[in-house]
């Protein structure tokens, strides 16, 4: 018998990301209607997955199920989309030197905003419009920095908004006079990248911490 427990839980719907269900698929070379096929539901029900709809869990957790097939493995995590989901791929881009334009796709408002206040002689400074003007920030960032530290790395998140705390150092000195943190400030839209306001500014960063 199931418990309420239990029962709770499968009953919990949770927002899709319609991007990865795709990425997965494409990576199995299915089309929908066999996804549809291995996972028992309606070639409807996937496209709704893939168009970012609410599903129940217990869907979500089947139609992953169906996609750990030739080596892959995929869980009901990996198909959901959150604000800390969001977050750790946007630091995973960030930090990694291998920016994915088809991840940042995934986890960012088509009218995304990236607005860096730095230096202006920081190459990364200035406004970014879209997810392809986050995906050239983040190019443009991992191309610029020498090393970048996680100190603390995520230390607010909630569902309206997140802050990040990194720790650069730059290949070009004459970049900058020194290396220095900075602070992403991270808005959600139905749990994507709305906004990033970068503070690079000792003084403002001075003021930003002081709100806390």
């Known amino acids: 018998m199931i418990n309420h427990s239990e029962k709770s839980t499968l009953l919990r719907t949770e927002q899709v990301c319609g991007e990865q269900v795709k990425y997965f698929r494409h990576l199995l070379g299915w089309t929908q209607g066999e996804l549809a096929r291995r996972s028992g539901y309606c070639d409807r029900l996937i496209r709704k997955a893939e168009g970012g709809r609410t599903l129940a869990l217990e869907t979500i957790n089947n139609i992953a199920e169906s996609l750990c097939c030739n080596g892959l493995q995929v869980c ?110 991270i808005r959600f ?9 970068v503070i690079a500014d000792a003084y403002k960063l001075c003021l930003f911490y002081s709100g806390f």
């Open 189 to 197: 839209a139905d749990n994507k990248i709305q906004n990033i306001h």
């Open 76 to 185: 009901a995590n990996d198909l959901i989309l959150s604000p800390k989901r969001t977050v750790h791929e946007l630091i995973r881009c960030v930090t990694s030197r291998s920016v994915d334009v088809r991840s940042i796709h995934a986890i960012t408002a088509q009218d995304c905003e990236v607005y860096c206040q730095a230096d202006a002689r920081v190459p990364f400074s200035g406004r970014w419009l879209k997810p392809n003007g986050l995906y050239r920030w983040l190019k443009t960032f991992s191309e610029c920095a020498e090393e970048v530290k996680r100190e603390n790395a995520v230390f607010a998140i909630d569902e309206e908004m997140a802050f990040i705390q990194l720790s650069l150092a730059f290949r070009q000195k004459e970049s900058v006079s020194e290396s220095f943190e900075i602070v992403m400030v």
